[in-house]
C-alpha cells in the first residue's frame, strides 16, 4: 500500500517477536534494531503467541513491543476509533448510538504504573506480598497533553481528561499539568472525567467524545473499551509517536491493535483494514503526507460504503479473503 501511493518510499522486513524467537534470535534482534535506527518509521505487525504465555517477559515475543516504547521513548499512543458507514449493525450498541462515531483516544504509553519501581512480589514477615509503582513526573504530563491539545485542534477541539483525582495523587498532578497546558490552547474546549465515569460514558454517549487524553494503565483499558464500540477490533490502527523527528516528522511505530489471531494465522481471513489505515497513519504523522494519508482513508471507506467485507463482519453474506479486500481498497485508490 505505502509502495502504490509513494513509490519513493522503500520498505524493509525485519524479524521481530515471536518471528525472531522461532530463528534462536533475541525478541529484538541487534539486526531489527539497527533497521529500526535507520529508518523514518515502523510499520509493525503483532506479537504474542500461546505456547509463550507464562513464560518470563525476557522470553517471550511481547517484550520486543516494550523494548521499542522504552528506547525510542513511544510515549504517546494514539487510537482512533471510527465506525464506518454500513457497519453500525456489528456494534454490540444500538446503531443509533455509534453511528458516526469519530473519535480518538491519546494514551500515555512510557509512565504510570506500567513502568514505575519497585515493581516486585516479596515475602514480609511471612507474608506474600506484591508491589507496582504508580509514578508520573510533570514533564511527562505536559508533553503527552500537548500531542492531545495539537489533536483536537485539528479536529472538532474538544479534549476530555481521564483521571482519578479524588483518589490518586498522580491524578492530581495529571489534572493540574493538563490545566495548565491548556491556557496554551484556549480554542480547545477542556473537559475533565473521573475514570470510572468515562468507561461509563463511553458506552453511553460515544459520540460526544472527540479526543481523550489519559495516563497509562486507564488508556490501556479505554481503549480497548472503545475499540468494541465498532464492531470489530480488525478495523482499528494505531500509532505511537515519540520524542525524536525525522525527515518528515515523528518517529513513530504504527500496529494494528488486534493482536496477532493465532487461529486464523494462514488463513487468508485477518481483515486487513487496521494495518491499512496504521500505514495511513504512518504517512501523516512521520512522513508528513497528510494528502495520501486521507487517500488511503477514503479508499477504505468507500470499499466499506461499497458493501465488502471480510468474514468477521459479512453477517452470512459473502466474505472477502484477507488478499481479496485489500486489492478492493487498492482499486478505489
Request: a negative charge; proline letters at 4%.
Amino acid at each position: 500500500m505505502l509502495s502504490i501511493v509513494r513509490p519513493d518510499v522503500t520498505y524493509t522486513e525485519a524479524a521481530v517477536g515471536g518471528a525472531a524467537l522461532a530463528q534462536g534470535l533475541a525478541a529484538l534482534p541487534d539486526e531489527t534494531r539497527a533497521l529500526c535506527d535507520r529508518s523514518e518509521a515502523i510499520l509493525f505487525g503483532s506479537v504474542g503467541l500461546p505456547e509463550y504465555e507464562g513464560k518470563p517477559l525476557s522470553e517471550r515475543p511481547e517484550l520486543a513491543l516494550f523494548l521499542l516504547r522504552r528506547d525510542y521513548e513511544l510515549y504517546a499512543n494514539l487510537r482512533p476509533v471510527r465506525v464506518f458507514a454500513g457497519l453500525e449493525e456489528a456494534s454490540s450498541l444500538r446503531a443509533e448510538l455509534v453511528r458516526g462515531l469519530d473519535l480518538v483516544v491519546v494514551r500515555e504509553l512510557t509512565g504510570g504504573i506500567y513502568y514505575g519501581q519497585p515493581k516486585e512480589q516479596r515475602r514480609v514477615n511471612g507474608v506474600d506480598e506484591a508491589v507496582d509503582t504508580m509514578i508520573y513526573r510533570a514533564p511527562e504530563v505536559e508533553r503527552i497533553a500537548r500531542i492531545a491539545f495539537e489533536l483536537a485542534r485539528t479536529r472538532r477541539r474538544h479534549l476530555t481528561s481521564v483521571d482519578k483525582q479524588n483518589i490518586l495523587e498522580t491524578s492530581r498532578l495529571w489534572r493540574r499539568v493538563v490545566e495548565g497546558v491548556g491556557r496554551d490552547y484556549p480554542d480547545v474546549t477542556l473537559t475533565h472525567l473521573l475514570v470510572d465515569n468515562a468507561a461509563m460514558q463511553l458506552v453511553r454517549r460515544p459520540r460526544d467524545f472527540d479526543v481523550i487524553v489519559t495516563e497509562n494503565m486507564f488508556g490501556d483499558i479505554l481503549s480497548d473499551e472503545a475499540a468494541i464500540l465498532t464492531g470489530s477490533i480488525g478495523t482499528l490502527p494505531s500509532a505511537s509517536l515519540g520524542t525524536q523527528r525525522r525527515a518528515g516528522g515523528r518517529f513513530g511505530l504504527y500496529e494494528p491493535i488486534g493482536g496477532t489471531a493465532p487461529d486464523i494465522a494462514g488463513k487468508n481471513a485477518a481483515n486487513p483494514t487496521a494495518a491499512i489505515l496504521s500505514a495511513a497513519m504512518l504517512l501523516r504523522h512521520s512522513l508528513g503526507d497528510a494528502e495520501n494519508a486521507a487517500r488511503v482513508e477514503r479508499a477504505v471507506d468507500r470499499t466499506y460504503a461499497d458493501g465488502l467485507r471480510t468474514v468477521e463482519l459479512a453477517s452470512g453474506g459473502a466474505a472477502l479473503s484477507t488478499d481479496a479486500f485489500t486489492e478492493a481498497v487498492i482499486a478505489r485508490l
